[in-house]
C-alpha cells in the first residue's frame, strides 16, 4: 500500500537556524509531491510541489525542497527559520495515475528564540 | 476572495444529531475533496468529486456520512447520528488537477 512517512512528530529549532523536515514515500513509481503548512485551526496551505524535472524545487516563505529518487524522499529546507514559521507542516503525494493525494502525519515545528 | 470557503468554521452538536457542512470550491477547479483531520494527524481522505460525480469514497466514509456535489458547484457533507468520534476537522479542497486548494475547515466536536 502507498505510504507517506514523516519521521519526526515534533522539531525544536532556534529562530536563525536552519531546518530540515524529513518525508519519504513508499511506492514503485515516481509520485507528485508537495509540502503544506498548516497554522493552528486553519486549513492546509501549499508551500511548494515536484512534478517532474530539476529535483531542487523552490516554495515560498523562503522554503525548498529535494526529490531524490534513490532514497523515496522529499525533504523540505529552510536555510533561516523564522519565529512564524513554527506550525505544522505536512507532506503529500499523489501519483499521476491516481486521484487520491496521502498525507503524512506531519511534523510539529516549535522556533524559540 | 476567490479561494475555498467553508461554513460554518466551527459546530458543536450533541450526540445523535445530524450536522451538514458547506464547500465553496474555487469556481474554475472541476475537483473537489473532502478530508478528516484528527489531533496530530495528516488529513485523511473522506470522498472526491469530478464535477457533479462522487468518483471515490474511502472505507472509513461509514453509512452515516454522506457528500454531494449538485451541478457540480458546491459540496455538503452530512453525518448523521453523530458520535463522539466524529469530532475533527472537516477540510474540503479544490482542484484543478493534480494540485489542491484547501478551505480553512470545519471543526465539529460532538458533546
Known amino acids: 500500500a502507498q505510504s507517506v512517512t514523516q519521521p519526526d512528530i515534533h522539531i525544536t529549532v532556534s529562530e536563525g537556524a536552519s531546518l530540515e523536515l524529513r518525508c519519504n514515500y513508499s511506492y514503485g513509481a515516481t509520485p507528485y509531491l508537495f509540502w503544506y503548512v498548516q497554522s493552528p485551526g486553519q486549513g492546509l496551505q501549499l508551500l511548494l510541489k515536484?512534478?517532474?524535472?530539476?529535483?531542487l524545487v523552490q516554495g515560498i516563505k523562503g522554503f525548498e525542497a529535494e526529490f531524490k529518487r534513490s532514497q523515496s524522499s522529499f525533504n523540505l529546507r529552510k536555510p533561516s527559520v523564522h519565529w512564524s514559521d513554527a506550525a505544522e507542516y505536512f507532506c503529500a503525494v499523489v501519483f499521476p495515475t491516481g486521484n487520491q493525494f496521502y498525507f503524512g502525519t506531519g511534523t510539529s515545528l516549535t522556533v524559540i528564540p | 476572495d476567490t479561494g475555498v470557503s467553508q461554513n460554518p468554521r466551527h459546530k458543536i452538536t450533541k450526540r445523535g444529531q445530524n450536522v451538514t457542512f458547506r464547500c465553496d470550491p474555487i469556481?474554475?477547479?472541476?475537483?473537489l475533496y473532502w478530508y478528516r483531520q484528527t489531533l496530530g494527524q495528516g488529513p485523511e481522505f473522506l470522498t472526491y468529486f469530478q464535477n457533479e460525480a462522487q468518483l471515490e469514497k474511502s472505507r472509513l466514509l461509514s453509512d452515516r456520512f454522506s457528500a454531494e456535489r449538485p451541478k457540480g458547484s458546491f459540496s455538503t457533507l452530512e453525518i448523521q447520528r453523530t458520535e463522539q468520534g466524529d469530532s475533527a476537522m472537516y477540510l474540503c479542497a479544490s482542484s484543478p488537477v493534480n494540485e489542491q486548494f484547501f478551505g480553512p475547515g470545519t471543526r465539529l466536536t460532538v458533546l
Open positions: 515536484y512534478f517532474s524535472g530539476d529535483t
Open positions: 469556481s474554475e477547479h472541476n475537483r
